[in-house]
C-alpha cells in the first residue's frame, strides 16, 4: 500500500538535545511537508520541499532544520534553538508542489516530548 | 488580519441525523477549499477539494458548499453514524499566500 511513514510514534527526549523524525513515502509525490500541530490551532507550516535538493521556510521555521536528499524522504530536525519544541509533527505530501487543488496526504504523525 | 475560523465546541448529534459544520474566513480570497477528517493521534485524511467557481460538492454522504460573498464554507454529513466522530479541519488555498492555510478542527460526536 502506498502511504506516508512517519517514525518514531513517540520520542521523548532532554531540552538542549536535537532531533529527528523521520518520514518517508512510496507515492511517488513531488512535494512534501512538516506540519506542527498544537491543541487549539490549526496546523503549522515548518517547511516544504517541491523538488529534491530543494526546500523553503514555511511559517515557523525557526530552531527546525530539514533535507531532501531523496524524493522518498524529507527528515526534520529540531534542535536545541527551537524554544517550544514539545508538539505532534505531521509530514505530509503532494502529487505536486504547493497547489491548492492538489489533497494533501498525511502520515500519522509524531509526538514529541522535551522536558 | 486573515483569520480561519471553525467552531471550537464540540458538535454532538443523534445518530441519523446531519451534522453541519462551519468554516468561515476573513481577509482571504480562496481559490480552493479542501476539507479533512482527523481522528486522535493520527493524520488528517483528505476529503473533499471545492473550487472557488463552484457552489456545491458531493461525495456519497458529505457534501461542501463554498460561499465566496459570506466568506463561508459548510460541510455537511447526511445520515450521521458513531463512526464518522472525528475532527474535521478545513483549509483555504490562497493564491496570494501561495501555501494551505488550516483551521483549528471542530471536532463531531454522534451519538448512538
Known amino acids: 500500500d502506498g502511504g506516508i511513514t512517519q517514525s518514531p510514534k513517540y520520542l521523548f527526549r532532554k531540552e538542549g538535545q536535537n532531533v529527528t523524525l523521520s518520514c518517508e513515502q512510496n507515492l511517488n509525490h513531488d512535494a512534501m511537508y512538516w506540519y506542527r500541530q498544537d491543541p487549539g490551532q490549526g496546523l503549522r507550516l515548518i517547511y516544504y520541499?517541491?523538488?529534491?535538493?530543494?526546500?523553503q521556510k514555511g511559517d515557523i521555521a525557526e530552531g527546525y532544520s530539514v533535507s531532501r536528499e531523496k524524493k522518498e524522504s524529507f527528515p526534520l530536525t529540531v534542535t536545541s534553538a527551537q524554544k517550544n519544541p514539545t508538539a505532534f509533527y505531521l509530514c505530509?505530501?503532494?502529487?505536486?508542489?504547493?497547489?491548492?487543488?492538489?489533497?494533501?496526504?498525511f502520515g500519522n504523525g509524531t509526538r514529541l516530548t522535551v522536558t | 488580519s486573515q483569520k480561519i475560523e471553525q467552531n471550537s465546541e464540540a458538535l454532538n448529534i443523534q445518530e441519523g441525523k446531519t451534522a453541519t459544520l462551519t468554516c468561515n474566513y476573513t481577509?482571504?480570497?480562496?481559490?480552493?477549499l479542501q476539507w479533512y477528517r482527523q481522528d486522535p493521534g493520527r493524520g488528517p485524511v483528505f476529503l473533499l477539494l471545492i473550487r472557488e467557481n463552484e457552489k456545491e460538492k458531493r461525495k456519497e454522504r458529505l457534501k461542501v458548499t463554498f460561499d465566496t460573498t459570506l466568506k463561508q464554507s459548510l460541510f455537511h454529513i447526511t445520515a450521521s453514524q458513531p463512526a464518522d466522530s472525528a475532527t474535521y479541519l478545513c483549509?483555504?488555498?490562497?493564491?496570494?499566500?501561495?501555501?494551505?492555510?488550516f483551521g483549528a478542527g471542530t471536532r463531531l460526536a454522534v451519538h448512538p
Open positions: 483549509a483555504l488555498f490562497s493564491g496570494g499566500y501561495n501555501k494551505l492555510i
Open positions: 505530509a505530501s503532494s502529487i505536486v508542489g504547493v497547489d491548492g487543488n492538489s489533497p494533501l496526504h
Open positions: 481577509n482571504y480570497s480562496p481559490a480552493y
Open positions: 520541499s517541491q523538488i529534491v535538493n530543494d526546500f
